[in-house]
T-cell receptor, first 114, second 113 residues
Framework: EAAVTQSPRSKVAVTGGKVTLSCHQT?????MYWYRQDTGHGLRLIHY???????EKGDIPDGYKASRPSQENFSLILELASLSQTAVYFC?????????????FGHGTKLSVL | GEQVEQRPPHLSVREGDSAVITCTYT??????FFWYKQEPGASLQLLMK?????EINEGQGFTVLLNKKDKRLSLNLTAAHPGDSAAYFC????????????FGSGTRLLVSP
């Protein structure tokens, strides 16, 4: 079973501050993703990466940066956190681009921006 | 692009009742479909994946039906029990753009004893 570990599990940040969410996977997957989940909504894709040192924009990239320094690690960076970025953030990985492959999710990071 | 609508957003049933969650999608060429379960405070776990060549899949205590003609995917929990209380999400992989997964908005299911 693929293991995806996120840190921290929860965080309180101040408006305008910098926030970094980290994700680590141990199953040699090429693809990694950052999703955002808002109450009553599904998951929306922020950024994804299919190779180290490269990231791609998802559907809602504004206000977020991503970094993939190695195959195992994928970070989400909020340079200037805003109230609207309060949400639960999920990291996920998948073996590749094949359509029938499932996503393996981390446990999520609950971010509260005050 | 692909859009997925999931209904109902909330569902409350008694233990032993059935519960049906439905997703409709827009791209007739979408080919792979997934159901994820998210227990409170936990991550999303794969419940089942369904391909277009399979219309009905049965798991432990649930059935997934894919109706390509109507572009509808449904999850039917038969004889629900309190342990089924969770959020359920459908997800669709469109045929193009391999990274892309479009999620439904989720259904919060509560099964009371």
């Amino acid at each position: 079973e693929a293991a995806v570990t996120q840190s921290p599990r929860s965080k309180v940040a101040v408006t305008g501050g910098k926030v970094t969410l980290s994700c680590h996977q141990t199953n040699n997957h090429d693809y990694m993703y950052w999703y955002r989940q808002d109450t009553g909504h599904g998951l929306r894709l922020i950024h994804y990466s299919y190779v180290a040192d490269s990231t791609e924009k998802g559907d809602i990239p504004d206000g977020y940066k991503a970094s993939r320094p190695s195959q195992e690690n994928f970070s989400l960076i909020l340079e200037l956190a805003s109230l609207s970025q309060t949400a639960v953030y999920f990291c996920a990985s998948s073996p590749g681009q094949i359509s029938n492959e499932r996503l393996f999710f981390g446990h999520g990071t609950k971010l509260s921006v005050l | 692009g692909e859009q997925v609508e999931q209904r109902p957003p909330h569902l409350s049933v008694r233990e032993g009742d059935s519960a049906v969650i439905t997703c409709t999608y827009t791209d007739p060429n979408s080919y792979y479909f997934f159901w994820y379960k998210q227990e409170p405070g936990a991550s999303l776990q794969l419940l089942m994946k369904v391909f277009s060549s399979t219309e009905i899949n049965e798991g432990q205590g649930f059935t997934v039906l894919l109706n390509k003609k109507d572009k509808r995917l449904s999850l039917n929990l038969t004889a629900a029990h309190p342990g089924d209380s969770a959020a359920y999400f459908c997800a669709v992989r469109p045929p193009t753009g391999g990274y892309k997964v479009v999620f439904g908005s989720g259904t919060r299911l509560l099964v009371s004893p």
